[in-house]
């Protein structure tokens, strides 16, 4: 079946470490692929997105995703976490199959300690 | 940065009444949209909307729903009678043309009592 799959739903990590958020999706052909961020109340924020050409797309707030397409996956990076990106973050595609929909995933909790 | 604005930011209704969720997506933007995401669940796509009609709607888009354009600026999303089951918080979005990204608003809070 076609879906977006985020296998962590809550990471814990010190502040400065790095930090990689793991995204599949399971679509035909590849798919526009995103990620956004959720803090406590708020909206959603577009963090970076990918449609085509280089593979290692730079984002927002020092986030950046690499899109493996052998491995259907676009993982979220950053090398060093700040207490401030503690959030919710979602990986989202639009499948193309004549659809301009979001597909969402589950969603991983990030917190941040000290 | 322009922003997608969505009001109220928090909606309580009795169960059976009708609610309309306020918003103003990117002045340029063309396409509009609308998500859900019930506590603890993930995003939902709800409906589609471009030059004045539906593009695509989710099955959870039912005839109690309806969506409207009524002027060049608002986007509103009417569930005619509301259910417990409604209750989520309700998302925004739009852009502004293909190969774009979709910006989201900040979000309506519905809770149905």
């Known amino acids: 079946a076609q879906s977006v799959t985020q296998p962590d739903i809550h990471i814990t990590v010190s502040e400065g470490a790095s930090l990689e958020l793991r995204c599949n999706y399971s679509?035909?052909?590849?798919?526009?692929l995103f990620w956004y961020v959720q803090s406590p109340g708020q909206g959603l924020q577009l963090l970076l997105k990918y449609f085509s050409g280089d593979t290692l797309v730079q984002g927002i707030k020092g986030f950046e995703a690499e899109f493996k397409r052998s491995q259907s996956s676009f993982n979220l990076r950053k090398p060093s976490v700040h207490w401030s990106d503690a959030a919710e973050y979602f990986c989202?595609?639009?499948?193309?199959?004549?659809?301009?929909?979001?597909?969402f995933g589950t969603g991983t909790r990030l917190q941040v300690f000290p | 940065e322009p922003e997608v604005t969505q009001t109220p930011s928090h909606q309580v209704t009795q169960m059976g009444q009708e609610v309309i969720l306020r918003c103003v997506p990117i002045s340029n933007h063309l396409y509009f949209y609308w998500y859900r995401q019930i506590l603890g669940q993930k995003v939902e796509f709800l409906v589609s909307f471009y030059n004045n009609e539906i593009s695509e709607k989710s099955e959870i888009f039912d005839d109690q729903f309806s969506v409207e354009r009524p002027d060049g600026s608002n986007f509103t999303l009417k569930i005619r009678s509301t259910k417990l089951e409604d209750s989520a918080m309700y998302f925004c979005?739009?852009?502004?043309?293909?190969?774009?990204?979709?910006?989201f608003g900040d979000g309506t809070r519905l809770s149905i009592l």
């Open positions: 989202a595609v639009v499948p193309l199959d004549n659809t301009d929909k979001l597909i």
């Open positions: 979005a739009s852009r502004e043309g293909r190969s774009q990204p979709q910006h």
């Open positions: 679509y035909g052909a590849t798919p526009y």
